[in-house]
């Protein structure tokens, strides 16, 4: 089970982008994670007429390394750790380890 998943609030804790928020677009398997407004790079762009792509500059967001983010808390308004805890009925769900609060309901 992933600390981070997608559609999860996270923060930036270090880079050119430290500070930032946003939540997860997409997980990808090396570690890498991309995440809404964080990281974001200028691409030049070929044109395709095939798939109706046009060319020129796009601003696209680029995967950022998963250690590199925290889970943001609601509560505390700011980055926290993640740890796991298993329930009475069997099943295992994130908390934050600063509060104890549950992540996954």
């Known amino acids: 089970m992933a ?3 997608k559609g999860d609030r996270v923060v930036v804790l ?3 982008d430290k ?3 946003g939540s997860v677009l997409r997980m990808l398997r090396d570690g890498g994670v991309v995440v809404e407004g964080v990281n ?3 691409k030049h762009v070929k044109p395709n007429p095939a798939r109706n792509v046009p060319g020129g500059i796009v601003e696209k967001e680029m995967p950022i390394h998963v250690s590199n983010l925290a889970l943001l808390d609601p509560a505390a308004n700011r980055g926290a750790r993640v740890g796991y805890k298993i329930l009475d009925d069997g099943r295992k769900v994130r908390v934050f380890k600063s509060s104890g609060e549950m992540i996954d309901a």
């Open 40 to 42: 974001r790079v200028k």
């Open 3 to 5: 600390r981070i998943h």
């Open 19 to 21: 500070g930032k928020r």
């Open 14 to 16: 270090t880079g050119k």
